[in-house]
């Protein structure tokens, strides 16, 4: 498995037993299906990573209020969500609660594009020749790249008012607000793609790493990996702008 668990559970007051109980056993059952337990303990088995609704308004106000590198890290997180199962009615609410929150602390969308402006995706834009002779031999996908985009196209989305989804409807939906051009929608997709090939191909053979030695590629992967940088990286620096910083 390339991928390890990230999971949290919402409902609506009291059952705080049966729910605690259910989280245990989603997490347990992941884990004997090849699931490795979430090193950070973001699983729905943690006490924190479930709760009534009235719960994560409490938390999103906290971590809205109290934008510590801790707390912004949790919403970086928490944001990933997507719906998988359950009441439809509940997740409307849950993100109408977001919304409101969003509407009411616009700092906080300031403080995770400030907490982006520390990882700026690395600028890769010299000559092939001379990028890969290397002064840089290796690159940390996951840290230099794959956070990068994820929380960029994460925050454009919440300015937007689109709190969940994959990365591929959040683009498609910022398309459609026009927060996108129709072709930068449809880079942004191939280059995700690209990269996202490359990682998992890249854990698949070396156990699990996400460093990638320049000097195992081809030459048309540096190029298409090049390309796809620079496109991530031109929407990281969406982001910079829009928030000037």
Not at 170 to 178: D, R, S, T
Not at 196 to 207: A, D, F, I, P
Request: net charge positive.
């Amino acid at each position: 498995m390339l991928t390890d668990q990230d999971h949290f559970l919402v409902y609506k007051t009291g059952a705080e037993a049966y729910f605690q109980r259910l989280g245990t056993e989603i997490t347990r059952l992941m884990e004997s299906a090849g699931y490795a337990r979430c090193k950070g303990l973001m699983m729905c088995s943690e006490k924190q990573w479930r709760g009534s609704l009235l719960d994560w308004e409490d938390r999103l106000r906290t971590w809205s209020l109290q934008s510590t590198r801790e707390n912004l890290l949790l919403a970086q997180n928490f944001f990933s969500y997507r719906f998988i199962v359950g009441s439809k009615d509940i997740h409307e609410q849950l993100e109408n609660i977001i919304l409101a929150m969003l509407d009411r602390s616009k700092i906080f969308l300031y403080r995770l594009a400030q907490a982006e402006r520390e990882h700026p995706i690395p600028t890769l834009d010299h000559p092939i020749r001379s990028l890969f002779r290397l002064e840089k031999k290796s690159i940390d996908m996951k840290k230099a790249i794959l956070f990068p985009y994820h929380h960029s196209l994460q925050i454009l989305a919440l300015l937007h008012g689109i709190p969940s989804g994959t990365p591929l409807a959040k683009i498609n939906a910022l398309e459609a607000k026009g927060a996108f051009s129709k072709n930068f929608a449809q880079d942004l997709k191939e280059a995700a793609s690209q990269l996202l090939t490359l990682y998992v191909k890249q854990r698949w053979k070396h156990e699990g790493s996400s460093i990638v030695q320049f000097t195992r590629m081809t030459t048309r992967e540096k190029e298409e990996f090049l390309l796809s940088i620079k496109t991530i990286k031109e929407l990281q620096n969406i982001v910079f702008s829009r928030f000037s910083i």
